[in-house]
């Protein structure tokens, strides 16, 4: 267990554009507060409507970039190929090992919203255990290692959790904001489509106002959070 | 919404010992990390097999004092007698008005506990929200208030709510479990029928295994926390 | 159970306002679709922390009337002094017979909002069973009415119960927005404390981005609907 | 989204009989209400007790003839050994951009019930997300279908979900009841074991009583239904 | 804790068929297997649409001695008009004293349906826990009695609890059914509006064909089960 | 299903210490009631931290023989890389076939503790599905056999299902106890990381303290109970 403030965070995305739409402020956030940031993206969004993977693989460095996260890229099967495997699982668990870090971002385990976005979820929750135990002998090699917490974000309201523990992270300073929205932008291919930007400014406004702030993000812990006092609990989003 | 760290706590117990049993632990935690802490009593324990009123108010006066808490006296009916009303839910909001605490610790709403237990946590609920309302006229000359959040515990496992955003604080310091420990056995009157401390000391044990500390208590929110950071969630329960 | 299409809705609202920020562009979708619709307003909002009982009022006849419905007044005790009462239940009761709707509208029961909303919409649940019984002696004189639906709505979004049968209606069309918009607008008096406009909106524009329509809102239904062919149900919210 | 009435039915059974057992009486309203619906069934019913291969199909064809369907066979592994993987999910997207329907039906996701009803469930509700995506591989030469509703029926009572929107259908007419009991009938092989007839008719007569009804079907509803106005909404099942 | 097989059965109803229809069966096999069994009926059905306070009174006698059980009337504010209080509460709590049942049956607390019903199991589950506080001054006089279990009925389906221990009673032997079936049919009045005696008995044959038996009624225990063994757990429902 | 008392037991576990420390105190409690037990442990343990497959697998049969349980084991693919497939399920159902036990004890099928123990659990619970069907090819030679009930147990409190029909058994007695917590610490491999021991012995201490036992275990059953009177029901665990 992380025992010092300065973790690391490690997120995960079934495809490029996932962790900004599902949780890019709070990426901002965490950069612009100086925490290390690393990004592991699944897929390259081959099987979308539109942009080529070699699009989606520029646009997702550029807003890692805006971001202020590095990034890498696996392979799970290809974009809506994902299917749920020790083997990947256990590439995953490596990579926790390799980058040790306090808190991982995965998409929830929903399973009502895109098929890789709960499979990832759930690979990486299982990954997170595997990266534990001493004796697994594809992770040899490389030192076990607990992770602090895993938080589940949502790339969609329909796919926010109704049963683990709920919270929401405020993102409304404005270098925040612009450094979120820019990230979001930078997935140009996608704006063809849907309304990605707007739903996701949308969501975090009403989440915002439900709290008295200006934009916030909800988070979900895949572990019950233990704290040292009540200190950090004084603040609900209780306002109406 | 409390802005600094220096907010009070305000803790409402249906009976002499139900604050020390169902939360003692993180009172010491706070106490002896300075916060001011009030509790408010609502009944002498006048039903209960054991105990005469006033020995009760005694034990509960020596059990606040060893938590390092100021303790009032009001009455919602007798013990096994609480109604929900209006009128009590007012005073309940006066005392909130002039305590103005930032966070309020109250029985959980389980129905399928002591009866009186889910009334206060209703009771305690409402009186949260219309301490806030300005043209509410039983409150008037006392300004209106907003605390940060509204805290349950639970009196005993049955009553830990399934529903809520659940968490635990960690109160496995020495002295936070000497003091919690010495509150729950000046309610010498009670320790006659049912083995209470045991049952609160064997559920933190349970609590802190589950986590990898000493001992811990869980407390479930009323409101959606907020929070600026990743920082204060990067420590999970997930030991086993 | 109502046979024809021709049947009126009555709606409840605890204060002066919740209908319309719950619900009010259904309300204008049914009126400007030809159908009949009164409101029953259970208070004057005397406890707000602005506006006065007669501005109230005024803002809440005037929304009625932007909304093409017809309102009266009654009384449960006085804003933030609703409790909940047979005798009360029965006055509900006696306005279900005598309007005789087929559907009905109310708050939503879920406990954690302004505590007279989930109790306005505990009366009106039980209203609408109590209106049914052929001997309650205090109903007399007026024939008994089985309502079709009692629907309930959420005046802020931690309102929505998470354990009904959920579905949303499509609010889009500009001159069903512009009655809403302006409807809520009528309540001028409150705009000084909360987003409560902009909250709605937004509310209604992320339901609408999930469906894929400018503007949604959701309801809740108390009985299970009951089709006769699958034609209703083949459009479905989700778009993401 | 189908933007008329004239929408078809697409309907997904594991076993021979699965349809029929689960909904019959629901293909049978639409089919004599005249729309067009066909029957995907997954496996010739090899693992059961009675009946041959060759029989289950004979049946099959007969049971889908009595309710106006077509239908057609495919193979996802044989009765008793479904496995969910992506390639058969894109089998079965295919199946969709080829229909083209407005509404699926296929057995719910509940685990409890026969291993194969919940993964062809699963599979189905990944096939209509695939079968919108522009760039899937697979399905290239077949133009992308975004289906109106995903709609689960539950072959057993055990099996219907509790968290889904849910809503019945009444197929209280004497010549849907007679479509539906011949089609139930035709599956002569099954009527050794056990009183799947008896089952689903006194399932649909406790819901035909509950809404005051002959007969009634439940469906739960994947997607959030969308609605244009609340009249297609003035009928509940509350009549007790 | 009753330590003996020789426990009495004290089972409360709101209206004077209540217990029939909700779980008369249950009832026959318990008093045709030797048990002693009362009733309390907590109204006189003045409500109802059909029959009068005297010939409901009349039909209620008749049923429970088809049962085999002993009856007795209290009145809890009127048909129709039941509201919780602790008086009331206490009331119960004095006939639990009296009677000292191993086991008490009550309708169950879920909101939904008639009014009074919820409202009694509410009374009845906090009498149970009075009936056990030696101090309660309005029951003195009486030994404290501690219950063995408290068991919900749901008078309709829509009454059946989701969240609670749920099991089901074989009550197949044709004599428990013919003395079930004759108890309904003894409320003769009920008879001319709703199908409740059909309502029953499908419902019980849909139970029954689940668990592979003639008739089955479901029940739902307030309390966690604590068994010595394993073996009164051996026979599930699972059949289909 | 069994229709006598005499029926056998087969527990399954995923690790050779699951079935002892997820309910040991149930099995020592059958046996030394006189039924035969079988255990299956489906790996050796052999991706743990501490402990050779030889030291665990010697550890188990030295923990099941103290349990006076046979033993034997089976493949799944090794521990910590279990993967759900039908033809693993077959092996189960075989075993299931041969054994013809009465009542089946699973691990949970909770998704967030190890992940080989929720894979079990839902192989386990479809092995009993199949095991059932009589034309399954690769079952030919064995009978079908449908078990009496599918319960789950527990490995660690994070794994215990809110779902499911929840009980306690039970195990005070100083036989049994002695037997359960020999069999714990006959894994001595596995108390160097962890205090398995000392978290199941303060759990069943907390079950009991609850039941008024000394110890207690709880289950949760995969299908509903179905009993013949409310004699076995007249227990119940609310003490507090």
Chains 1, 2, 3, 4, 5, 6 share one sequence.
């Not at 799970?76 to 926790?96: K, T």
């Not at 704006?191 to 739903?199: Q, S």
């Not at 969501?203 to 439900?210: E, H, I, T, V, Y």
Request: overall charge positive; proline content about 6%.
């Amino acid at each position: 267990m992380p025992t010092t403030e300065n973790f690391s965070l490690l997120a995960f995305g079934a495809h490029p554009d996932d962790i900004e739409f599902g949780c890019g402020g709070v990426i901002a956030r965490e950069t612009l507060g100086g925490r290390s940031v690393s990004f592991v993206i699944c897929s390259r969004g081959e099987s979308a409507t539109h942009g080529t993977p070699a699009q989606r693989t520029r646009e997702a460095k550029r807003a890692a970039a805006l971001l202020g996260a590095t990034v890498e890229f696996t392979d799970l099967g290809g974009d809506a190929h994902f299917e749920v495997s020790v083997a990947r699982v256990l590439r995953l668990a490596r990579m926790i090992r390799r980058g040790r870090p306090g808190i991982v971002l995965a998409p929830s385990v929903v399973e009502n919203q895109h098929p890789d976005h709960a499979k990832l979820g759930r690979m990486v929750r299982d990954a997170a255990r595997l990266a534990r135990y001493g004796g697994v002998k594809e992770l040899r090699g490389l030192k076990p290692h607990a992770i602090g917490q895993l938080l589940f974000y949502a790339v969609t309201p329909g796919a926010e959790p109704g049963d683990l523990t709920r919270f929401v992270i405020d993102v409304s300073p404005p270098d925040i904001m612009r450094a979120w929205t820019a990230a979001m932008a930078a997935h140009a291919s996608q704006a063809a489509t849907r309304d990605y930007v707007e739903l996701q400014l949308t969501r975090a406004r009403l989440n915002g106002l439900r709290c008295g702030v200006e934009h916030a993000i909800p988070l979900f812990a895949d572990g019950l959070p233990v704290f040292n006092s009540l200190e950090p609990l004084a603040r609900s989003a209780r306002r109406f």
